[in-house]
């Protein structure tokens, strides 16, 4: 992603009542700011928390180390985590932001950081500006970077049966908001998506995105063999009791062992803020890329990079290979499950393993 490219706004509708005003205040802000998003190279996708219907926070970990549970927070996490900008549209309850945009905030915590925010706030005597300063604080504290400019309405001037009223000023206000959004977005870029810096490398050498967002992709080296015993051992004790033997060559191997394969295999690492967190290799055999060691951090499984790892690999597949073949445990069901999704067939079963393979033409 270059620093030209567009920015995508997630514009957040917190109000949840029925007959609320926040869809037409929404409305209101997509339709006179239209000119601008063009201009500015902005794309603005609404995020409706009352369509979006999170629950309260029902998460057991903490948002900030990334472990979601639940699926309605991880496509909560997916929807926020790929845009770069937000306009948050906010009634003023009780001199406060609405529950389920506290709760929208708080579901979540890097996905959030470093991007900017602007807010549109409405109410009656105050226009909504108590609860943009409280969301102001909550958002600060998740590191979102608001905006000066905003747009604060008093329902009572302008808004008339539900409609709004016309008022220039107001329309220029949203246009101004807009762009200096969009501006900060593109300066803070290398901040949210440092794979994006001027001087970045992209985050894998083929230049595609991994699932989460800060993980890095490179060929393995001699001095990953320390941490790849440690995580494929971490790794294997799944396999193990799923298989009912220790007798599994990624438990017991030394780093030599990694070292000495890994000069026949080619094998990526994927790191997170360093920390290694997956890896897989492949090797071509005749007509067959073989793909194996496809692991993931415990704590991290479940959130698309095993899968996302495996099909790197295929897609490392070299010219003239016409199968891509894989094997497991034959009761590692977990794995055979991922395998089968991944558009593999079950082959025959040797030794306790099970063939998978899969064609090269099926690789998308
Ligand atoms: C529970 C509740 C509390 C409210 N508290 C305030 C308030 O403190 N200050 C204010 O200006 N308006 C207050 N209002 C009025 C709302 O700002 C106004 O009804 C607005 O239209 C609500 O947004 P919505 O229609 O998108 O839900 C309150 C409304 C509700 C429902």
């Known amino acids: ?16 009542r029925p ?12 339709r006179v700011t239209a000119a601008v998003a063009v201009d500015s190279r902005a794309r603005v996708e609404v995020a409706d928390l009352r369509e979006i219907g999170l629950p309260l ?19 909560w996490s997916r929807l926020v985590a790929d845009a770069d ?19 929208a905030l708080d579901h979540l915590s890097a996905e959030w950081a470093c991007k900017p925010v602007s807010f549109v706030g409405y109410g009656h005597t105050s226009a909504g500006t108590r609860a943009v300063h409280m969301a102001k604080q909550v958002a600060t504290t998740l590191r979102m970077m608001p905006t000066g400019a905003t747009v604060a309405l008093r329902i009572g001037d302008h808004v008339a049966e539900g409609r709004m009223l016309d008022d220039p000023a107001r329309d220029d206000a949203a246009r101004g908001t807009l762009r200096e959004l969009v501006r900060l ?11 994006a810096g001027p001087d970045a490398e992209p985050a894998t050498p083929d230049g595609s995105r991994p699932p989460l967002p800060g993980v890095r992709v490179r060929p393995a080296e001699a001095s990953d063999a320390a941490e790849l015993v440690v995580l494929q051992r971490c790794c294997w004790v799944a396999e193990a009791v799923a298989n009912e033997t220790f007798d599994l060559g990624p438990l017991h191997e030394t780093g030599d062992d990694v070292r000495a394969w890994a000069d026949d295999w080619a094998v990526w690492c994927a790191r997170l803020e360093g920390r290694l967190v997956g890896a897989v ?9 073989e793909i194996g060691r496809l692991m993931v ?6 959130r698309g990079l095993g899968t996302w790892l495996l099909r790197f690999a295929e897609r490392q597949v070299p010219a003239g290979v016409g199968t891509l073949r894989l094997h497991t445990g034959a009761r590692s069901h977990r794995n055979i499950a991922l395998y089968e999704r991944s558009g593999y067939r079950r082959g025959p079963v040797r030794d306790d393993a099970v063939l998978l393979t899969k064609p090269v033409t099926a690789v998308c």
């Open 1 to 16: 992603m270059s620093k030209n490219d567009a920015v995508r706004v997630l514009l957040i509708i917190a109000g949840t």
């Open 19 to 30: 007959g609320r005003l926040g869809a037409t205040v929404a409305e209101w802000f997509t």
């Open 57 to 75: 926070l029902d998460e057991p970990e903490h948002p900030s180390t990334g472990i979601y549970q639940h699926e309605h927070t991880r496509a």
């Open 85 to 103: 900008a937000f306009v948050i549209v906010t009634p003023e309850h009780n001199h406060g932001m609405p529950a389920a945009l506290k709760n």
């Open 185 to 195: 977005a593109r300066v803070l870029r290398p901040l949210y998506r440092p794979e």
């Open 281 to 289: 290799r492949a090797r071509r055999d005749g007509d067959t890329w």
């Open 297 to 302: 951090a415990p704590d991290l499984a479940g």
